[in-house]
C-alpha cells in the first residue's frame, strides 16, 4: 500500500451526523432517507436483516457491516411490515446526535447499530465517491474484535457507551472500507489504483499533503524519478486526466473546505494555495466548480 492510499485512509476523520442503537422486534421494517454527502454505515450484531438498496436486496448476519457510501435512501426489514421512514418514528435521545429506536411488531429481537458519517478532508470526500453503491464484508476475521465490542456495548448502554459505540463505528467503517480495496479488483483501477501505482501514487501524495507547492509536470516527474514524457503518459492513464489539471482541481478540493469553514478570506485561501493574487485564484475557482468563491460560500 503506497503512502498516498495509506494517508486516504488515514484521512477517514468522520464527523458524526447521527449514530442509532436499534432494538426490532419482527416483523418490522425501516426506510433511511437519502443523505447528499454522507455515508450510511449498518453493523447487524444480533437477529436477522435484509436491506434493499437500489432494488437490490442483501441479507444480512450478525456479525455482518454493509456501508451505503453515497447516502442513498434505502429500507431495511425483516418479515412482511411497512418501512415507514426512519425519521417518523419516536426516538430516545441520549444527546443531540445519538439515540435508541425501538421498533416493530413484537416477535424475535434484531439489534442493529445504524449511523451516518461525513468527512471533512477532501482526500477522504473523494475516496468516498470512488467507492461501490454498497460495500458489504460478511464475517471479517480482522473486525471480529471491534464488532464483538460494539455488541456487548449495544447490549446494555453504561455510562460512556455512546462515545465507546461511537468511535467503534468510525472504526468499522475504515475496516470495511479497507477490506475492499485489498480484496475487489475494482479497487486497483481509475484514481484508486493510481494511489497503488508506486510512482504515481507518490505523485498524488505529494499534491495532497502540499498543493500550494508550485508543481509542474517536470518538478513531479523528477519526484518519482522518471521522464517527463513517462511521467506525463502515465499520470494521465492512471488518474484520467492531466497532471497539472489534476493539481489544479485538487486545489479547489482544498478551497471548498475552507470556504465553508468561513474561518478565512477568499484572499488568505488564494495566498494559502499559492495564487499571487485573489483575481487568479477567482479566475482558476470559477473555472473548475462553474461559480464565483463568493457564491460558493453564500451557497
Excluded at 10 to 24: A, D, N, P, Q, V
Excluded at 189 to 199: H, N, P, V
Aim: charged share 20%; net charge negative.
Amino acid at each position: 500500500m503506497t503512502d498516498a492510499l495509506g494517508e486516504a485512509l488515514h484521512l477517514l476523520r468522520m464527523s458524526g451526523t447521527f449514530y442509532c442503537r436499534t432494538e426490532l422486534t419482527e416483523p418490522w421494517g425501516l426506510t433511511m432517507p437519502d443523505l447528499a454527502d454522507c455515508l450510511w454505515f449498518h453493523v447487524l450484531t444480533s437477529g436477522r436483516c435484509e436491506i434493499e438498496v437500489d432494488g437490490k436486496i442483501t441479507t444480512l448476519e450478525p456479525g455482518d457491516v454493509l456501508l451505503v457510501p453515497g447516502g442513498q435512501g434505502h429500507r431495511l426489514f425483516y418479515g412482511d411490515a411497512e418501512t415507514p421512514l426512519v425519521t417518523t418514528l419516536p426516538h430516545t435521545f441520549e444527546t443531540d446526535n445519538y439515540a435508541i429506536l425501538r421498533h416493530g411488531d413484537g416477535g424475535a429481537v434484531t439489534h442493529l447499530v445504524c449511523g451516518a458519517v461525513q468527512f471533512d478532508h477532501p482526500a477522504a470526500k473523494h475516496l468516498i465517491k470512488v467507492l461501490p453503491h454498497v460495500l458489504y464484508v460478511r464475517q471479517a476475521d480482522d473486525m471480529r474484535a471491534t464488532i464483538d465490542l460494539m455488541a456487548a456495548e449495544a447490549r446494555t448502554l453504561r455510562p460512556g457507551g455512546e462515545a465507546v459505540i461511537t468511535r467503534l463505528a468510525d472504526v468499522l467503517v475504515i475496516q470495511t472500507i479497507r477490506s475492499w480495496l485489498a480484496n475487489d479488483p475494482a479497487a486497483r483501477t481509475g484514481w484508486l489504483g493510481a494511489l497503488q501505482d508506486q510512482q504515481i501514487g507518490q505523485a498524488l501524495a505529494l499534491i495532497h499533503r502540499d498543493p500550494a507547492q508550485p508543481w509542474t509536470v517536470e518538478r513531479l516527474a523528477h519526484q518519482t524519478a522518471m521522464s517527463r514524457s513517462a511521467f506525463a503518459a502515465r499520470f494521465t492513464e492512471l488518474v484520467g486526466e492531466p497532471a497539472m489539471r489534476y493539481v489544479t482541481r485538487w486545489r479547489m478540493h482544498v478551497a471548498m473546505n475552507r470556504l465553508r469553514d468561513r474561518d478565512s478570506t477568499v484572499s488568505e485561501i488564494a495566498r494559502g494555495l499559492g495564487y499571487e493574487s485573489e483575481a487568479a485564484f477567482s479566475r482558476a475557482f470559477k473555472r473548475v466548480v462553474g461559480v464565483s468563491p463568493g457564491q460558493a460560500r453564500a451557497g
